[in-house]
């Protein structure tokens, strides 16, 4: 059962200086977490996408060789550094519970018209 669910904006990169967490605390401390994380995951993935034959962009550009990929890797590892914003979503829910009573006692209200 889901009790709460939220999609923000959270910035990466360079715009992660200029924004502070709910509770004030700055950004920027997880500026080079966000950078390295964007990084290792899509150099993985243009590495094994370029070992299996070749990585296609959407607008239709082949990268067949290393020195491709790596030329690749830097613009992302610029664009990532310069920062943007992605999208999180934050999601509270617990499993299913035998009765309602049982729900109550974790906190949980009982929805307005629910017989049993």
């Not at 999609?7 to 950004?27: H, I, K, M, Q, T």
């Not at 239709?60 to 999180?88: D, H």
Request: aromatic share 6%.
């Amino acid at each position: 059962m889901v009790l709460t669910s939220e999609r923000v904006s959270a910035p990466f990169g360079n715009c992660c200086d200029f924004y502070e967490s709910r509770n004030g605390a700055p950004l920027s401390e997880y500026k080079a977490h966000s950078i390295s994380n964007y990084v290792r995951t899509l150099n993985t993935i243009t590495l094994t996408t370029t070992r299996g034959g070749a990585l296609e962009l959407a607008d239709g550009t082949r990268i067949e060789t290393e020195e491709g990929r790596l030329a690749l890797m830097e613009g992302i590892k610029r664009s990532v550094t310069e920062g943007g914003f992605m999208i999180v979503s934050d999601w509270v829910a617990v499993r299913p519970l035998e009765s309602w009573d049982a729900a109550c006692s974790l906190g949980v209200q009982k929805p307005t018209g629910h017989a049993g």
